[in-house]
């Protein structure tokens, strides 16, 4: 039997009814995600402010440093507010916000101006992340299949990436027929265009006191179940902005498990994002520049396009791997993969190296739907968008911290000195992360493994 959201007890008929009125957020979800992901300046933003506005990869991966920052500073503040007004609200408010700072960031003629399309696309970012996907995952428990939870997150990404994939063919030869102004300004649209998607989602409760338990039973998601309600306040109202930020905070200060799981993941996702930030120059300096003309412009593209593909396809496999190798070994599994994939342009100075990132960008796409799996199963629904928040937080402040010293070794020695630096900093600190991470997982999951076998044994109890 369900409860419903006003705690009272609800029959097949209205089990049914709830599942049918909140499965409509899957397609919507899908939807969002494809459109927003139609970022058509992302295959030209670094050349244009390098050819465009005449800056050197050393003052643009700083800008872009100070970018990253930002996100840091309101990643967990905006994931409190969809956790208190609403997930749907945060995706809304994001669209908007990604829109204006689309158009600034085209019209840009200043580095205060600059500056300040940087700080609202970030702001737009902290908005998104965390959100999304608490919804859905909120949505799955209100229809009972949270185990469905990497498939459906990794559809959605898939959507998000191949819109990309069609906006990155674009926006070479689009550069060389209308410029970068004009380009820009058509992903500012489909940003609007998200926003109001957004719209058409339904909220799901957002609290545990709130949630419809289905009671279906999800035991045998590798051995662990939907473990969030544990670690949650059930039975409580919903708290202010500020308690709720800092009760999301706390959820993973204690639970160490989670601490760490968020520093290996991120450190994957994050040194594979600054290797696409390079990957722009390092075409260009092959001779491949799209604002030589329309032809060139596609042939730019269709090296762009690779890493994008990539995400694709590493968005489709990430339930599959999750399945295959499970919670212990999966993202250790793609640690390695990543360090292997960046011997290729480590080694090889050759535009043949795009089909080694299109594999890293694989990698990056499986990562994340695997990652906030982990972390779905493992915290309250109250906090849920704050914690989540927390991922993005912690590859924001990576990339903030690596990729100055990736764009001016870039700079000053070369892309294959920068790409050497970017696998020292994946094997030593996804190696420390993991290992720590390793070895709490293992006691968490023995200690839970002990708590059941005394439940499902009261007679041990009373003979000791």
Partial sequence: MAIASNGVSAGPDDVHQIRRRFAR?????????????FLIWMPIWVIYLQEFRGMSLTQIST???????????????????ADRWGRRTSLVMGGACFCLGSVVFAFSSTYVV????????????????????????????????TRDYEKHIGRSDAM????MLIATLLGGPLVALVGYSVTILLGAIAMGVAGCIALLLREPPRSEAEISSLQVSEAGTNGTGDQSGRTGQTGESRSGLLA????????VWRRKTLFWYILFGTVIVAVITITEFLLQPFVVQHGVDPSAGVTTGFTYS??????????????????WVASRFGERRSLMVLLFAGAVLFLAPVLWDSLWVVVGFGMLAAVRGMTRPIATGYINRRIPSDQRATVLSMFQL?????????????GTVADMVGFQASFGSLLLILLVAGGVFATVWRRLHGREQAAFAITLNSMTKPQATKSR
């Fill in 394 to 406: 912690s590859t924001a402040l990576m990339i903030a911290i690596f990729m100055p010293i990736a």
């Fill in 63 to 81: 800008i872009e440093s100070l970018f990253w920052l930002t996100v840091v500073l309101a990643e967990v503040p905006t994931g409190a507010v």
């Fill in 244 to 251: 709720n930020m800092l009760t999301g905070v706390m959820v």
């Fill in 25 to 37: 957020n899957i397609p919507v979800y899908y939807l969002f995600n494809g459109v927003s992901g």
């Fill in 160 to 163: 998000a990436f191949g819109s």
């Fill in 114 to 145: 600059l500056l300040a399309a940087y700080v609202m696309v970030a702001i737009a970012i902290t908005l998104y992340s965390g959100a999304g996907h608490a919804l859905i995952y909120d949505t799955l428990r209100q229809t009972g299949r």
């Fill in 302 to 319: 269709g090296m762009l396009m690779s890493p994008v593909a990539g995400m694709v396809v590493g968005s489709l496999l990430a339930a």
